[in-house]
């Protein structure tokens, strides 16, 4: 944590939204969101694997949970994927994200005057105590450097009993690059465990958790254990040239999400529903056992 708290002091906001605005990599202008995130491009599944785990399963986990006529907030509301799953039920819904860029995509995208949509910081929000019935934060908290002040702006705004729905990438093991909050996205990769720990600890009761997708331990092959021999044959195979610094540790891991052969799978399958049946019980597996899970959904309630 004690890199977290340097980045922490280190925080910039204007420089934070810039990163998500124009970023070559990751900012809002350099490609669509929802490919990357949810699968799908211009309504249509891309990624079939990631369609169907997150933009079906999980956004559905996360529409389910919503009843009619709440005040709903929805943090890192990107280009309004998450709000377009629940923008059909009788609620009073807010986006907010850092990346104003993100904002006009997401107001062109729903182009409905019944979402309220705000240029803000997740950790500075501009609401009064106590407004919000219901709080999403749909892959958001592993982007930023200090999860504990996330999630005390989120339990300020939400009524008394209100609830926190939460969701990030699951890893075996809780990995930090915090220091790196202004060269990539994910600062954290939580494990299952200490999420629930820093989401109880903020003064929520955890509710529901719901395990999706299914990922493996991290395996190390270090330098003296042959892994340049590995990506040698590896380039040889795939008929390209090996990059410099290819002299350094392999890291392979299963993970369902982002596995190729599955979307290969999917576009040479007659029949999708066995393609979705064999995903699903896969995934079955993460959600057992949530360690393993390749995402977690966390349903949460403020404690008085």
């Known amino acids: 944590m004690e890199s977290a708290r340097k980045a922490t002091l280190n925080y910039d906001s204007q420089k934070f939204a810039q990163i998500y605005n124009y970023h070559p ?7 669509d969101l929802g490919l990357r995130q949810y699968g ?3 309504g249509m599944a891309k990624d079939p694997t990631r369609y ?5 399963t999980q956004l559905n986990v996360i529409s389910d949970m919503i009843k009619d006529d709440l005040d709903i907030l929805d943090l890192g509301c990107g280009e309004g994927h998450v709000i ?10 807010t986006g907010v994200d850092i990346s104003i860029e993100r904002i006009r995509q997401s107001r ?3 182009n409905s005057n019944r979402v309220n949509l705000l240029n803000s910081d997740a950790v500075d929000l501009p609401f009064k105590n106590g407004k919000f019935d219901l ?3 749909s892959e958001l908290i592993e982007h930023l450097p200090d999860s ?3 999630l005390a702006n989120i339990k300020r705004v939400l009524k008394m009993d209100g609830v926190l729905i939460l969701s990030t990438p699951c890893s075996y093991l809780s990995e930090s690059s915090a220091e790196r909050i202004y060269e990539w996205q994910h600062v954290f990769v939580y494990s299952y465990n200490k999420l629930l720990r820093i989401v109880e600890e903020a003064g929520f009761s955890i509710k529901k958790a719901y395990g999706i997708g299914l990922k493996s331990p991290k395996l190390t092959i270090p330098v003296w254990c042959g892994s340049p021999l590995v990506k040698f044959v590896y380039c040889k195979l795939k008929g390209v040239k090996p990059k410099s610094g290819y ?4 890291y392979l891991q299963f993970d369902l999400l982002s596995n190729p052969f599955f979307n290969k799978l999917y576009f040479i399958s007659k029949n999708k529903r066995y393609w979705a049946a064999l995903v699903d019980f896969l995934s079955f597996w993460g959600g057992l056992v949530p360690v393993f899970a390749s995402q977690i959904v966390i349903i949460a309630q403020k404690d008085e």
């Open 25 to 31: 990599d990751f900012g809002a202008l350099s490609y």
């Open 40 to 42: 799908v491009e211009d």
């Open 52 to 56: 169907h785990l997150i933009f079906k």
């Open 84 to 93: 377009e799953k629940i923008i059909n039920k009788n609620n009073r819904v």
């Open 108 to 110: 062109d995208r729903l």
């Open 135 to 137: 709080v999403i934060a």
């Open 148 to 150: 504990r002040e996330l």
């Open 247 to 250: 002299r350094s540790p392999v």
